[in-house]
T-cell receptor
Framework: DGGITQSPKYLFRKEGQNVTLSCEQN?????MYWYRQDPGQGLRLIYY???????QKGDIAEGYSVSREKKESFPLTVTSAQKNPTAFYLC?????????????FGPGTRLTVT | QKEVEQDPGPLSVPEGAIVSLNCTYS??????FMWYRQYSRKGPELLMY????GNKEDGRFTAQVDKSSKYISLFIRDSQPSDSATYLC????????FGTGTSLTVIP
């Protein structure tokens, strides 16, 4: 069953702690993305990676870090430097197919920091 | 000016109605246009995508792109309560750009 998995579904952390969100895909997609979704603000791009061992900052990368050691995996670390980390985090992957781009999303991780 | 503008709604319609969801955009370089459906507390699900101008139909859903007006639409015919969700438009040139989503409720 192909798709994108994110774990955990819900995550609770104390302020000042780093936390890592998992994202795995078995779609054989080259590109992977992390978005943050807040009410009324739509999806905001945190980081993306088009190939293993390479990644680029998105619009709101401050306070986040990523790695891309394997094609299938793109974990996101929310560091204590992120001022407002409570949000719904979405991982996505995309593929170029016959000139079109298709992006697919995982189920998301809801992070609450208190 | 935002790259993509979408009316957040909320939109409430009776079951069986035709629903029209719309987005406008500013970047004429956009070539690929997508619609996603997102149920509460779930990830967005790709519904339809189109390339350049024209219409694309899939069951009860029709996606329409008017590049001259920089305007895209998603029509839902014979709407069902299960269509109640937030609908996101998205566009792509070298990066994906998303609308903020329109919340739709279909009342039985």
């Amino acid at each position: 069953d192909g798709g994108i998995t994110q774990s955990p579904k819900y995550l609770f952390r104390k302020e000042g702690q780093n936390v890592t969100l998992s994202c795995e895909q078995n779609l054989n997609h080259d590109a992977m993305y992390w978005y943050r979704q807040d009410p009324g603000q739509g999806l905001r791009l945190i980081y993306y990676s088009q190939i293993v061992n390479d990644f680029q900052k998105g619009d709101i990368a401050e306070g986040y870090s990523v790695s891309r050691e394997k094609k299938e995996s793109f974990p996101l670390t929310v560091t204590s430097a992120q001022k407002n980390p409570t949000a719904f985090y979405l991982c996505a992957s995309s593929i170029e197919r016959l000139g079109s781009y298709e992006q697919y999303f995982g189920p998301g991780t809801r992070l609450t920091v208190t | 000016q935002k790259e993509v503008e979408q009316d957040p709604g909320p939109l409430s319609v009776p079951e069986g109605a035709i629903v029209s969801l719309n987005c406008t955009y500013s970047n004429s370089a956009f070539q690929y246009f997508m619609w996603y459906r997102q149920y509460s507390r779930k990830g967005p699900e790709l519904l339809m995508y189109t390339y350049s101008s024209g219409n694309k139909e899939d069951g009860r859903f029709t996606a329409q792109v008017d590049k001259s007006s920089k305007y895209i639409s998603l029509f839902i015919r014979d709407s069902q309560p299960s269509d109640s969700a937030t609908y996101l438009c998205a566009m792509n040139s070298h990066q994906f750009y998303f609308g903020t989503g329109t919340s739709l409720t279909v009342i039985p």
